[in-house]
């Protein structure tokens, strides 16, 4: 088994263990060249000196890596290391289709169809080139958290064009999927892998499987018998035409099924069109003779019976096929029941009879799960390491190799990571007020750098901060360091533009950030002020130049005269002008009198 933190080919450094199969384990990685978080498929250690599952091995690699799908989870690498055989893909952060089927449980018909629109495209991509999956199944299809949908796991993937491999037709995909064919010991086709896809579909609309049993054997057999459940019975929301599409590709017989999945694929892009929702229900009947599941129906007293009726005189031509028939289903029964012991056998004989399931040890404590698991005969002590974790409190157990309810035995290895802590996840500050997330950031043990900043926010709000929303940081740093730059408030000083241009001076105002309004001011009436009157120049402002102000865009009236009036005439000035010069030639009377005044005086 590989070690977590161990690097494959010098540049996959494994993570954590995600998912365990029959013949491989899957771990989260990162490439360390490309750095980017992969998927790492590693071979079993017990199985890498079989020939045969290393032949299996090396054919997924080439299975998976011949396609190129947007549904189909992309091939990296391939390669072996030290007899680790592995295989890099993309990694697919989501859940399993089987998982959300199980927290949600029947989803809407709506988003049933677009999933199978997806995985019904990828598998005709598949088998374009002729590759069979041969397990499809939920558990291993990926869902995004955006609702992408990608098939994985071509483990027992079968290339037409490739030699075949030991045991490479045997019944081994999951019997709640498994066509009625396969179960007959037939080769898989394409129309399997069809037949899969009806299952899925039934389980998507459903919450669950059409047929459960107490065993493989009965899960098989009702697969060759019965018909499968009508959804539009559970649901009667769902249209016809969606059960039809499950109807055609679960047909008993592979002629009465979907010849490919691209036709599968034309359905589904149609059938909640106007045209087709409200589709007649497909039947399809079978003969009696051309159904082999009808054989597991007869009496028990099958034989003895057959055996009983034998007409002792010489047959008629006529009893003679009667006979024929009987000799065939008495043959097809027998070839059923051994292939249901074959069945049995393979899954439920072929396990170590030592082997138990892997408790569930995650969030128990280390001392907890360690007493837990050595009480159960596994190895614990020294296969314990610590990490960071997002939500698992510091002395818990993150996650166990092998994972709770993986098969193990007594003597097992069993690698725990135990939480060392959490990890402080940096929230977004910004909006927030400085003093109380500051003390916040204080006590989990960071030095907040603070930076000021002219702002119209109110004072002392958060404008920036220098670590990302999101981003981990270990609490045991010892330079947990954080800069947070906060809003002063706003302030602007008035500019003085008095006695500037009108125009100059809006411009000044703008640009400092004041909202200008201009006012033309009556004219005056004095002459002097008339006379002394500038044009389109700033006489006064609202506001005082040199005020202080903490609003932007903040108004400010800028008044001003727009045109010079004409001088109004005096009454000085128009008596000046009605008056007439005295000659200087002719004395006036009143200056001979004022003479003759001044003589008589003297």
Same mark, same amino acid.
């Given at each position: 088994m590989s070690s977590i933190n161990k690097t494959i080919a010098g540049r996959y450094q494994l993570k954590r263990l995600i998912g365990q199969g029959g013949m491989a384990d899957v771990y989260e990685a990162e490439d360390l060249i490309l750095k980017r978080t992969v998927a790492v498929k590693i071979m079993r250690s017990s199985l890498t000196g079989d020939p045969v599952y290393v032949t299996r091995f090396h054919r997924e690699a080439s299975a998976a890596a011949a396609l190129s799908h947007k549904n189909i989870v992309e091939i990296y690498d391939v390669g072996d290391e030290k007899d680790d055989y592995y295989i890099v893909m993309e990694y697919v952060p989501g859940q399993t289709l089987k998982e959300l089927i199980h927290k949600r449980g029947a989803l809407h018909y709506v988003e049933a169809v677009d999933v199978m629109k997806q995985v019904v495209s990828a598998t005709a991509k598949a088998h374009s080139i002729g590759i069979i999956h041969r397990d499809l199944k939920p558990q291993n299809i990926m869902v995004t958290d955006s609702g992408v949908v990608k098939i994985g796991d071509f483990g027992i993937a079968s290339i037409q064009s490739l030699s075949q491999v030991t045991q490479t037709d045997t019944i081994m995909g999951s019997l709640h999927y498994l066509a009625p064919e396969i179960a007959r010991g037939e080769k898989a086709t394409a129309q399997s892998d069809i037949y899969a896809l009806g299952i899925v579909f039934y389980e998507l609309l459903r919450g669950e499987v059409p047929f459960n049993g107490e065993s493989p054997v009965n899960i098989a057999l009702k697969h060759m018998r019965d018909e499968i459940p009508s959804v539009c019975a559970f649901n009667p929301s769902i249209p016809q035409s969606v059960e039809n599409i499950i109807i055609k590709a679960t047909a008993k017989n592979i002629k009465d099924r979907y010849a490919s999945a691209s036709e599968m694929l034309e359905d589904l892009n149609h059938c909640l069109e106007a045209a087709h929702i409200n589709d007649e229900k497909i039947i399809f009947d079978y003969e009696e003779d051309d159904e082999l599941a009808t054989i597991v129906a007869e009496d028990k007293d099958f034989f003895t019976q057959s055996q =009983?009726?034998?007409?002792i005189e010489e047959e008629t031509e006529e009893e003679t096929k009667r006979s024929h028939k009987k000799m065939l289903m008495i043959i097809g029964g027998s070839v059923v029941a051994a292939l249901a012991i074959l069945i049995a056998v393979y899954f439920l004989l072929l396990r170590p009879s030592q082997s138990f399931e892997m408790p569930d040890v995650v969030n128990l404590t280390e001392a907890e799960a360690i007493t837990l698991l050595e009480d159960r005969g596994l190895q614990v002590k020294d296969h314990v390491t610590y990490e960071l974790s997002d939500d698992v409190e510091e002395g818990k157990v993150i996650e166990s190799d092998p994972l709770a309810k993986a098969n193990v035995k007594k003597g097992d290895e069993v690698h725990l990571v135990v939480s060392s802590g959490q990890y402080i996840v940096i929230e977004?500050?910004?909006?927030?007020?400085?003093?109380?997330?500051a003390d916040q950031l204080e006590e989990l043990g960071f030095k907040v750098n603070k930076e000021d900043r002219i702002d119209e926010a109110s004072k002392g709000t958060i404008l920036e901060q220098s670590l990302d929303a999101g981003e981990k940081i270990d609490p045991n740093s010892d330079n947990k360091t954080i800069t947070l730059t906060v809003s002063q408030g706003y302030s602007a000083e008035v500019p003085n533009v008095y006695g500037q241009d009108i125009q100059k001076a809006k411009s000044i105002l703008t640009e400092a950030g004041f909202t200008v309004e201009l006012s033309v001011l009556e004219p005056p009436t004095s002459v002097e002020e008339i006379k002394t009157m500038k044009i389109n120049v700033v006489e006064e402002q609202s506001l005082a130049a040199f005020t202080t102000v903490y609003k932007k865009g903040e108004k400010i009236v800028l008044y001003y005269y727009d045109k010079k009036p004409?001088? /109004?005439e005096t009454p000085a000035e %128009?008596? %000046?002008? %009605?008056?007439?010069? /005295? @000659?200087?030639? =002719? /004395?006036? @009377? @009143?200056?001979? =009198?004022?003479? %003759?005044?001044?003589?008589?005086?003297?």
């Open positions: =009983t009726h034998l007409p977004d500050y910004v909006g927030k007020d400085y003093d109380t997330i004409e001088i /109004p %128009n008596e %000046n002008n %009605n008056t007439t010069t /005295p @000659s200087t030639d =002719t /004395p006036s @009377s @009143s200056q001979v =009198t004022g003479t %003759n005044q001044i003589t008589g005086q003297q």
